[in-house]
């Protein structure tokens, strides 16, 4: 089956959407309990999740396995695409695809960060892929821990579905494509549950899709 490899972000969560209205409401901290790796996706995340496999499903576009970092909202979306493209319900738990760890900026909104911790603000934000939030990790740490992950999928026959977050997404990218730290991150946001889709060729991976995102048809 000439299809490799389909990286996808997980939906809207109400992690995200808590993020969000801080962000606007000019907050430093924002918070959801019990923790983040426990959000579920928000209503609108279920909705764009359901329709990602539906494009799947009309497609015909049969993952042969699917791969999903632990947390709850990579799960749902691993769930919910599967059942809308009627994929094997079994999903494969890899704890390397988790979030970055944000350390220190853990809670923070933009501000927060830039408030609290200016000097290791600027210095992640002038180079994210060599320097880390204080107590996090780098986006180099991020991309070595997924390296195996990515080569494994390499290995396997047929579409292997990768359900992870967005910059895991981006740094399963800098493995899979041989990207240079900078390409890596001047690649575009990642939108939620969006498909980047590899074929394979003779010559090694295309990049068939990029960010796709299935129209909405309501």
């Known amino acids: 089956m000439p299809l490799a490899i389909g990286l996808v972000r997980h939906g809207h969560s109400a992690a995200q959407e808590a993020r969000e209205m801080a962000e606007r409401a000019g907050q430093l ?23 990602l496999g539906e494009w799947m499903l009309e497609q015909g576009m049969a993952a042969s396995e699917v791969i999903t970092s ?41 501000a927060g ?33 997924v390296r195996p992950v990515a080569e494994r999928a390499l290995r396997m026959n047929g579409l292997v579905l990768i359900v992870c977050h967005e910059v895991t997404v ?18 575009a946001d990642v939108p939620n549950a969006s498909l980047t889709l590899y074929r394979r060729e ?11 995102v299935p129209p909405d048809e309501g």
């Not at 918070?31 to 279920?46: E, H, I, V, Y």
């Not at 981006?170 to 690649?187: F, H, I, N, P, Q």
């Not at 003779?202 to 796709?212: D, I, P, S, V």
């Open 70 to 110: 632990p947390y709850k909202r990579t799960v749902e979306t691993a769930e919910l695409v599967a059942a809308a493209a009627r994929l094997p319900p079994e999903l494969v738990l890899e704890k390397a695809l988790v979030e970055i760890g944000w350390g220190e900026f853990e809670g923070l909104t933009r």
């Open 29 to 51: 901290h924002f918070t959801f309990d019990p923790s983040d790796a426990l959000a579920p996706l928000s209503d609108l995340g279920r909705l764009q999740s359901r329709r």
């Open 113 to 145: 960060r830039r408030a609290h911790f200016p000097e290791p603000f600027a210095r992640w934000r002038a180079d994210k892929f060599n320097n880390g939030p204080p107590g996090g990790e780098s986006w180099n740490a991020v991309a070595e821990r």
């Open 202 to 212: 003779a010559a090694g991976l295309l990049l068939e899709l990029e960010n796709f």
């Open 170 to 187: 981006k740094c399963l990218r800098y493995v899979l494509e041989g990207k240079s730290a900078e390409e890596t991150l001047a690649l």
